[in-house]
């Protein structure tokens, strides 16, 4: 039975401050992160030592504490990839790729669902369509934290595949779910947060715009965040492009929604 004042935490002010009884519940995946403090605190290889076994992973235990070793992933971001990345490993095919990420989008800790995700993005067997597919559940996740990975693990696929990314995404930019939408925003924004640029989209981000064109009044703050910060990565590179993208929303879709992501995508070329 997890405390009432534990479940009902706000998270500690900075990493040092995560109580040792939430660190210790965090540690054994039984509650899940509630900001990015006692994300960036967990120990994962530490997590990963109780939840394998408990999904019938035992053996991979010590092979994953000798890819630590070995590739001392220094960040949480890291340490997280690397376990995304050695269960794709050990985890070739199809049908096991999808059975191990189906056990883990059930965890309740949001990192060892995070794992999920990145086993989906890193997972070789996989078409582009069908890692579009499977990583939704995990976009969709009630925690904000895996949603950020599930977008984090399809990057490097959205770099490499642009053109096919976008026509695929499109889809997600009009889901009745905010998360969906955002997914599709925040995957393809040309310089991105705690990831690489993707360069094509920096040097034109006028590929990018039919995605957002139906989000450009968006009801959800979650989502015109993201088009905003989307629309203010592009000004950057792309100044006359995103003036005239957002003078033209303005005018054919006049609304308070429209005019939050203007004012908010604008911020850069408004300091020049």
């Keep these: ?9 706000k998270g500690a002010r ?25 994300w960036l ?4 290889l530490a997590l990963a030592e109780t939840v ?27 340490k997280l990839e690397c376990i995304g990345r050695f269960l794709a490993e050990n985890f070739p ?25 990145y086993l989906i993005g890193a997972g070789r067997a996989f078409t582009l369509r069908e890692k579009f597919r499977l990583i939704r559940p995990f976009a969709a996740d009630t925690n904000m934290g895996v949603r950020e990975m599930a977008w984090i693990a399809l990057r490097p696929d959205v770099a490499a595949n642009l053109n096919d990314s976008l026509v695929i995404l499109r889809p997600f930019s009009t889901d009745p779910d905010p998360c969906i939408r955002r997914f599709a925003s925040e995957l393809t924004r040309p310089r991105g947060v705690w990831c690489s640029h993707i360069k094509a989209l920096k040097d034109d981000p006028s590929l990018g715009i ?16 993201s088009v905003a910060n ?27 929604e429209t005019e939050r992501i203007v004012r908010r995508a604008m911020r850069t070329l408004r300091k020049i």
Excluded at 99 to 112: C, F, G, P, R
């Design 1 to 9: 039975m997890i405390p009432e004042e534990i479940q009902k935490r």
């Design 14 to 38: 900075n990493t040092a401050s995560v109580p040792p009884a939430v660190l210790d519940l965090l540690n054994k995946g039984l509650i899940e992160t509630v900001n990015l403090c006692e």
């Design 230 to 256: 989307w629309l203010n990565d592009a000004s950057k590179n792309s100044a006359t492009l995103v003036s005239e993208t957002c003078s033209r929303w303005q005018k054919e879709s006049p609304s308070p």
């Design 52 to 78: 394998f076994p408990r999904l019938g992973w035992k053996k991979l235990a010590q092979p994953l504490r000798a890819r630590f070793t070995e590739t001392q992933p220094a960040t949480a971001p890291k």
């Design 93 to 117: 095919s199809k049908p096991e790729a999808k059975a191990a990420a189906a056990l883990l989008s059930m965890e309740t800790s949001d990192i060892a669902r995070s794992w999920g995700a």
């Design 41 to 44: 605190v967990t120990d994962q």
């Design 210 to 225: 039919p995605l957002l064109e139906p989000m450009r009044a968006d009801t959800s703050k979650y989502v015109q965040d």
